[in-house]
């Protein structure tokens, strides 16, 4: 395991510089009400919008709609994006993940069906791993896919399924063969899957605070061509393992409280603030700088080759740990009560954070299982 | 649109990094450095690693040093940490070497060795004499020996000779010093002092790690005072000084746990290595996260301080540094048990190491201070670019 510092080039720099200028002109500071991180609003106008700078699927191939860039460029634009509060959601996951894992494993008319409307923002998915009775185990998933014709046959359910409701497409893990004793990563399947198929439900699991994320999604009979199968049958597994590389230690995992913080930075001004307030903006520009550097040498080991799974891996276990920290410190020092309806800003967003960010330590694998990834390669054991 | 261009690349010499790790780990076995612990030092340690020329590293070379980068110093500094090496680089090299070369004075054969500036009200430029330090007589110039809390003073004449009384505390290795410098300010601007350390009485003191923090008595003693450019001051050792803990620190953390993962999948409890459990994963995890944390801190300090101001990463750095010894020092000693806190095992070579590093040259409340007045002066617009691009967001 090695993080060897890094820092932007020229040509990352003139991005950098050309990404908050657009977000100053898009959303002025004060003009619109910052999202945490990830859990982002779906704005198709924003991702396109996004899309027409070539800021959605920027690092797959121009062949297939993108822009050729790189993973260092994706995480300046991500993490620009991210600490400005702005509305991602609609693309996040394609943009982050299924583009990938369609460009590793894919076809190339799936490619071809895909990747432009992808990188165009078009289009949002959902992603099918959790299921009732398998969570962090997420090798004993038992829905199935059973072949019928030119194609398969699905059954079973999928839970916990952020915003199916509002999204296109379902990349989803399926069991095309029993699960064989002492070894079930056999046998699973990654598919495609048009989440307005006839027999797909989506049902609402109201999120702790009332809002819609979350879905319910029960296959009866639902009908999924042999194009729509993602790379080999019975690979699903270690195609989702690589999946999930995309999902660990980028700046989604580090940088959800960051526009609470600026904004009590931005409603403090011009107030005499204690020293225990101005010590802490220290402490955490300063911890954010600490986490930033190796969230940024993760992304460009990826452009050298490399795969960085350990260390991507300790980077979410700490960064999404540090997120809650973050939360807990403001918490101790603001003696005002908040209310998700406060008048401040400041107050709404702090509200926001206390009451959802129990998750960003469970979301894309749950601490304990990141532990256990990163401990067996520190022990140089296979994960 | 403006085309921007990024500094250029600070490289350390891969071989640096080599000879060093190799050096170390050849001399400092943990019987060398228990045995350096009993007799307050190790010059056996200490003139094979002369012998490198690694001693004056980033000391340039027409003062009598061997070249090279502060990244470079740095670096050597870090295997320091990484092998528990019971010897005095920091200050006779990057802190010492560095305040004579600037002074223009001569350097002695034997060790140099500096009087670490004491932090007063987060301020480390602002001090004047403690209330020991007043001088005797005249209208001569009245300095402080280091900032803050050094209860020493000098009285420096027209002929740059400096004639000082009152003490200074926790003084690195004095004890095996020819020459203790330290920083001052005289009429308004910056000097640099320098005493032979045989003018002055040193009460051993050790550290928790056992390593010597002398008190030195400046009572009587005679030096030589020189001025030095602006700039070279209380503050910017005490930088220095930072930056130096780091690297020691990122050394200690990294060698502390690779030791844990070692003994951890040694170590059989319940029919299996301990380190299969979850609950020892994560201290191994949280370990190997603060490790790898502290490490890049240092070496991207180290970089910007080779480039030139680097106030904001220095602080962050230590501040980093400290918070990770104590989560990081806790785990390593929860996940090796009793072991661990015996001396025959090596951990304590570097836990106590840590918590010595720790309070040195800056606490935790001092660097966030340090660090809350960036952040609060550049406000919200300019948070995240403090975040991103460091000392030069400043302005």
């Not at chain 1, 070894?183 to 609402?204: C, V, Y």
């Not at chain 1, 690589?242 to 995992?253: F, I, Q, W």
Request: charged share 20%; net charge negative; aromatic share 6%.
């Amino acid at each position: 395991m090695r993080f060897t510092p890094t820092e932007l080039t020229g040509p990352e720099l003139d991005l950098q510089a050309e990404v908050r200028e657009f977000l100053a002109a898009e959303l002025p500071p004060g003009t619109h009400e910052p999202c945490l991180g990830m859990a982002a609003d779906h704005d198709r106008e924003f991702s396109a919008k996004m899309a027409a700078r070539g800021w959605v699927g920027m690092a797959l191939p121009s062949r297939w709609g993108g822009s050729d860039r790189t993973a260092v460029q994706r995480f300046i634009v991500v993490e620009e994006m991210l600490r400005w509060g702005a509305p991602v959601g609609h693309h996040w996951v394609a943009d982050r993940q299924t583009g990938n894992v369609i460009l590793k494993f894919g076809t190339d008319e799936q490619r071809e069906r895909f990747l432009p409307p992808i990188c165009r923002g078009e289009l949002g998915f959902s992603i099918g791993m959790s299921e009732p009775d398998s969570g962090s185990d997420l090798a004993s998933v038992t829905t199935r896919a059973e072949r019928a014709g030119d194609g398969w046959v699905v059954n079973g359910t999928k839970i916990w399924t952020s915003n199916a409701h509002m999204n296109d497409w379902f990349i989803c893990l399926l069991r095309t063969a029993p699960m064989e004793d002492g070894n079930k990563h056999a046998g699973l399947s990654q598919f495609l899957i048009d989440l307005r198929s006839p027999g797909l439900e989506i049902s609402p699991i109201p999120f702790l605070d009332g809002s819609h994320h979350f879905n319910e999604v029960t296959f009866h009979d639902v009908f999924v061509p042999d194009a729509n199968v993602v790379g080999q049958p019975g690979m699903g597994w270690h195609q989702n393992t690589t999946e999930m590389a995309y999902e660990r230690g980028g700046p989604d995992r580090w940088l959800s409280p960051f526009s609470t913080v600026e904004q009590l930075l931005r409603e403090a001004a011009g107030t005499q603030m204690e020293g225990a307030v101005s010590d802490l903006f220290g402490e955490l520009a300063a911890r954010w700088w600490g986490i930033r550097n190796l969230s940024l040498s993760v992304a460009r080991l990826i452009d050298e080759g490399e795969a960085p799974s350990v260390e991507s891996a300790l980077v979410k276990e700490m960064g999404t740990r540090y997120e809650q920290e973050v939360v807990e410190k403001l918490v101790q020092l603001i003696d005002e009560e908040y209310s998700p309806e406060s008048e401040s800003l400041f107050e709404r967003l702090l509200a926001q954070c206390v009451v959802t960010f129990p998750g960003n330590t469970i979301r894309g694998g749950t601490i304990e299982i990141l532990r256990s990834v990163a401990s067996k390669g520190l022990q140089g054991l296979p994960a | 649109m403006t085309v921007r261009t990024a500094p250029e690349p600070v490289v350390v010499d891969e071989l640096i990094t080599e000879t060093a790790d190799r050096l170390f780990g050849e001399l400092c076995t943990h019987e060398a450095v228990q045995a350096a612990e009993e007799a307050g030092g190790a010059p056996d340690i200490w003139d094979a690693f002369c012998e490198t020329g690694f001693d004056l590293i980033a000391v340039p070379e027409e003062a009598g040093g061997s070249g090279g980068t502060l990244a470079e110093a740095i670096e050597v500094l870090r295997l320091v940490g990484y092998h528990s090496a019971p010897i005095p680089a920091a200050e006779n090299g990057i802190l010492g070497g560095w305040l004579l070369a600037e002074a223009g004075l001569e350097r002695p054969d034997g060790l140099v060795t500096v009087v670490p500036p004491r932090a007063a009200a987060g301020d480390w430029s602002g001090a004047s004499c403690s209330a020991d330090g007043t001088v005797e007589s005249g209208p001569a110039e009245t300095v402080s020996g280091a900032a803050g809390g050094a209860n020493c003073s000098a009285h420096i004449a027209d002929d740059g000779t400096a004639q000082l009384r009152g003490s200074a505390l926790r003084v690195p290795w004095a004890r095996s010093a020819e020459l203790i410098v330290c920083v001052c300010e005289s009429d308004g601007q910056p000097a640099v002092i320098a005493v032979p350390a045989s003018q002055c009485e040193i009460t051993p003191l050790p550290n928790m790690a056992g390593e010597p923090r002398d008190t030195v008595s400046f009572d009587g003693a005679t030096g030589v005072a020189a001025p030095v450019p602006d700039g070279v001051d209380a503050e910017a050792l005490a930088q220095r000084g930072a930056l130096s803990r780091v690297a020691l620190m990122a050394g200690a953390i990294e060698k502390m746990c690779q030791l844990t993962v070692s003994y951890t999948n040694e170590r059989v409890q319940f029919g299996r290595p301990v380190a299969r459990f979850q609950a020892v994963q994560q201290h191994l995890v949280w370990a190997a996260q603060d490790a790898a944390l502290v490490r890049m801190a240092a070496e991207v300090a180290a970089r910007e301080a080779t480039r030139g101001e680097a106030s904001f990463e220095i602080a962050a750095a230590k501040l980093i540094a400290n918070q990770a010894a104590a989560r990081a020092t806790k785990a390593c000693h929860q996940a090796h048990g009793a072991m661990g806190m015996t001396q025959e095992y090596p951990l304590h070579h570097f836990s106590r190491r840590l918590w010595s590093w720790r309070k040195e040259y800056g606490s935790d409340a001092h660097w966030a201070g340090v660090l809350g007045t960036m952040a609060t002066g550049v406000g919200a617009d300019g948070l995240y670019p403090l975040i991103t691009s460091g000392t030069s967001a400043l302005g």
